[in-house]
C-alpha cells in the first residue's frame, strides 16, 4: 500500500488530472517532516478534510541540506515519503529537489493548497499560481510545542544518543 502512494510528479499529474475529471478536490501541502510528530499528523488530517485527495509533497534530501544545512536530515527522503504515505489521511506522496514546491504545485495544479498557520499568508509558496486559475490557499491550525528542530535539540542537549 506504500508504494503505490509514492509517485514521480508527472505520473501524479496523470493521476490527478482523471481524479479532476471525476470531479474530485485536490489538496496539496509540502514539507521536511524530517521526524513525524504529532502536529504532523493533526495537520494532514486537517488538510485531508479540506478537499477528496490529499498529494503531500517531501522535500527531498538535498532540497533540506540547502533549506536547513547539512546536518539535516535525520531520516533519508524515502523513509519519509514512506512514514507519511503510511498515514490514512494521505493519498499520494511525491519526493521534490527544489527548494520550494512552486515547479511541483505548477505541474500538479490542485484544488487547494494548505500551509500550517505559522506560514503567513503573503509568503505561501505556489499561493498566486493557484489563485489564477480560481484555487484556494488554506492555513491549518498551528500547534504550539511541536517543531522538528526542537525535538533533535532536546536530544542533543539531553545526551541521549
Not at 11 to 39: E, R, S
Not at 49 to 69: A, F, P
Amino acid at each position: 500500500m506504500i508504494k503505490t502512494k509514492i509517485k514521480k510528479a508527472e505520473i501524479l499529474a496523470d493521476i490527478i488530472a482523471k481524479l479532476k475529471k471525476q470531479g474530485k478536490k485536490i489538496v496539496f501541502t509540502n514539507g521536511c517532516f524530517d521526524i513525524l510528530h504529532f502536529a504532523h499528523v493533526k495537520y494532514l488530517e486537517e488538510a485531508r478534510g479540506k478537499g477528496d485527495i490529499l498529494i503531500v509533497g517531501v522535500n527531498s534530501t538535498s532540497s533540506i541540506k540547502r533549506i536547513k544545512g547539512n546536518l539535516r536530515p535525520i531520516i533519508s527522503e524515502h523513509g519519509r515519503a514512506g512514514v507519511i504515505a503510511a498515514l490514512e489521511s494521505v493519498d499520494f506522496v511525491t519526493v521534490f529537489n527544489e527548494s520550494t514546491p512552486l515547479n511541483l504545485i505548477k505541474k500538479l495544479k490542485p484544488d487547494i493548497l494548505i500551509k500550517g498557520a505559522d506560514w503567513k499568508t503573503g509568503s505561501i509558496v505556489g499561493a498566486e499560481v493557484i489563485k489564477k486559475y480560481g484555487g484556494k490557499v488554506l492555513r491549518a491550525k498551528f500547534l504550539k510545542g511541536y517543531s522538528t528542530s526542537k525535538i533533535i535539540e532536546k536530544i542533543v542537549k539531553k545526551n541521549i544518543l
